[in-house]
């Protein structure tokens, strides 16, 4: 999500910007309109609720994925340890940053390796989508999944993010044609993900023929990357710019059930305002398979590992109550669990 230059200051902004300002999009994720239905009786043992399933070949202990943030900065490189190491410690799944900026100056990319200590977790390494239509293509793509040996690729969609920056990438055109050739070419699977905005349906169909293999709706109602830069215009006329899409884009709630009625053969990863293991729960019963954040866990690692992994095992704890009190003993038993819109 970044511009290459300069590179370092711009990804210290953002993780400033994100801990010291507010962020928070204007609307809300809806999710907190659903809820589940009461069982008094759930003919389960609290003990042997089963929040673990295999994604990509590799099994998770919960239905967790610490989103996508950052890296190419010590600063970042400190953050991306400390995540990887409570991923690996909990068996939650994490997504890297954009590492366009190792791509271009290799000697950042130990800011995004966090094999050493993650050696089994999920991996997911990331792109600007929009990058295929400034020069790169499959072996960039290849670069980035080799450089932390990851598990799939996420391509990222931060159109209105990209229009907001004074010299952003905002050539969009044509670039379905050449997520096409990735997802053919690639090793790995490919995962679609916006920022915060979610996907409209016709995204989705796009992106489906494509051949994506899952999509991250990372919808409206978290971190709002307007926000973000509106705090980081440089004159008055970017920021009023910025500020009039606080409320813009599709919740989460709704862009999860646009996959997951428009391609119910799409895998779907749910992010955009999650902030317990509730919402998380109530992302699968909508359909997804994994529940992501970023924001909270930003928060939770500059504080401590020890915060991380403590933050990873409430929400874990959470989404084990919630299954509990709501009948499901599986996950798959919580994706049939039909949940009551108020
Ligand atoms: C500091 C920070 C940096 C981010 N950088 C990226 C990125 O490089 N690539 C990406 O796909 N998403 C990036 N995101 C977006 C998140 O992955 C996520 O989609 C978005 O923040 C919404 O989730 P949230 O409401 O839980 O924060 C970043 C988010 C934060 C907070």
Not at 13 to 34: A, C
Not at 72 to 82: D, K, L, S, Y
Not at 198 to 227: C, H, M, N, P, R
């Amino acid at each position: 999500m970044e511009k290459v230059t300069p590179i370092g200051s711009r990804k210290t902004d953002h993780i400033r910007i994100n801990l010291e300002e507010n962020v928070r999009s204007g609307i809300t994720s809806g999710l907190e309109k659903y809820r589940f239905s009461h069982r008094a009786l759930p003919e389960l043992n609290l003990d042997e609720i089963d929040l673990s399933q295999v994604f990509f070949e590799k099994k998770l202990s919960a239905p967790i994925l610490i989103s996508s943030m950052t890296g190419g900065t010590q600063e970042a490189a400190r953050i991306n340890r400390t995540l990887a190491e409570a991923a690996e410690a909990t068996g939650v799944a994490m997504g890297l940053g954009s590492q366009r900026a190792a791509i271009e100056q290799p000697e950042l990319a130990s800011t995004f390796q966090v094999r050493k200590v993650a050696p089994r977790i999920l991996l997911f390494a990331n792109l600007g989508a929009v990058q295929l239509n400034y020069g790169y293509g499959i072996d960039q793509c290849r670069r980035a999944v080799e450089m932390i040996e990851a598990d799939a690729l996420i391509l990222h969609f931060n159109a209105l993010q990209e229009a907001l920056q004074p010299e952003g990438d905002t050539r969009f055109a044509g670039l379905l044609s050449k997520i096409e050739s990735i997802c053919q070419a690639l090793p790995v699977p490919v995962i679609a993900k916006e920022v915060g905005w979610g996907f409209s349906e016709k995204d989705v169909i796009g992106l489906s023929q494509a051949g994506v293999t899952a999509i991250d709706v990372a919808g409206a109602g978290g971190t709002s990357w307007s926000q973000v830069e509106m705090h980081r215009a440089q004159n008055k006329a970017q920021a009023l710019l910025a500020a009039e899409f606080v409320d813009w884009g599709v919740p989460t709630a709704d862009a999860i059930q646009i996959v997951h009625h428009t391609a119910p053969h799409l895998k779907i990863i749910a992010s955009g305002g999650l902030r317990s293991g509730l919402d998380i729960a109530k992302c699968i019963a909508l359909g997804a398979s994994l529940g992501g954040m970023a924001s909270p866990f930003l928060k939770a690692a500059v504080q401590s590992l020890e915060t991380t992994v403590a933050t990873i095992e409430f929400m874990r704890q959470e989404i084990r109550v919630c299954m509990f009190a709501s009948g499901a003993g599986n996950l798959s038993a919580l994706q049939n669990t039909p949940l009551i819109r108020t």
